[in-house]
């Protein structure tokens, strides 16, 4: 079973500040996702890779498989941005595997 | 508008009572997915049903009953053999069980005494 392990588990940042979350997994995989846990609990998904970068307004993200590793960049950070930044994994089983999240603070 | 909704958001339950959660999509998605999540970790899966009148055991099943009766329906049920409850529970779905993204609910957040 693959273990996906995040960090840092909480982060606290200056508006404008440049931020990073890295998400570390076990097992080879199918597919990385990125996703956004806003205080009332839905969840949004932001990226999906398997190899490579993507970028989406402000919010970028990498994987590199070889080093079974991905991070999570927003550049120009903003309050909005407060939330809890969830990386999973898809592996043979195809099933998702969940890191325990990130929770981001941005203050103004 | 197509989503996910999952009903009621809060839910306050007696020990030893059954509770079902409710989880309707119109997305057209053939996989359903039930996660429980606790804090401090990363949500675990509950069942998953690819399609209509089929469904699979997840990571953490046990105390737990889903049906799926409709594609656009997939209701969980909490029994009193769960020994631990109290969570936050999200629902899920999916084009198929393939590599492509999960559409999330806004999830239920019961509460068991």
Same mark, same amino acid.
């Given at each position: ?11 606290? #940042? ?61 550049? #120009? ?32 | 508008? +197509?989503g996910i909704t999952q009903s ?14 409710s989880c309707e999509q119109n997305?057209?998605?053939? !996989? ?25 055991? +997840? ?11 409709k594609?656009e329906s997939f209701p ?15 629902c !899920? ?6 590599? +492509?993204?999960?559409?999330?609910g ?8």
């Amino acid at each position: 079973k693959n273990e996906v392990e995040q960090s840092p588990q909480n982060l606290t #940042a200056q508006e404008g500040e440049f931020i990073t979350i890295n998400c570390s997994y076990s097992v080879g995989i199918s597919a990385l996702h990125w996703l956004q846990q806003h205080p009332g609990g839905g969840i949004v998904s932001l990226f999906m890779l398997s190899s490579g970068k993507k970028k989406h307004g402000r919010l970028i993200a990498t994987i590199n498989i070889q080093e079974k590793h991905s991070s999570l960049h927003i550049t #120009a950070s903003h309050p909005r941005d407060s939330a809890v930044y969830i990386c999973a994994v898809r592996g043979s089983a195809r099933q998702l595997t969940f890191g325990s999240g990130t929770q981001l603070t941005v203050l103004p | 508008d +197509g989503g996910i909704t999952q009903s009621p958001k809060y839910l306050f339950r007696k020990e030893g009572q059954n509770v079902t959660l409710s989880c309707e999509q119109n997305l057209n998605h053939d !996989a359903m997915y039930w996660y429980r999540q606790d804090p401090g970790q990363g949500l675990r899966l509950i069942y998953y049903s690819q399609i209509v009148n089929d469904f699979q055991k +997840g990571d953490i099943a046990e105390g737990y009953s889903v049906s799926r009766e409709k594609k656009e329906s997939f209701p969980l049920t909490v029994t009193s053999a769960q020994k631990n409850p109290t969570a936050f529970y999200l629902c !899920a779905s999916s084009i198929d069980r393939g590599p +492509g993204e999960q559409y999330f609910g806004p999830g239920t957040r019961l509460t068991v005494t």
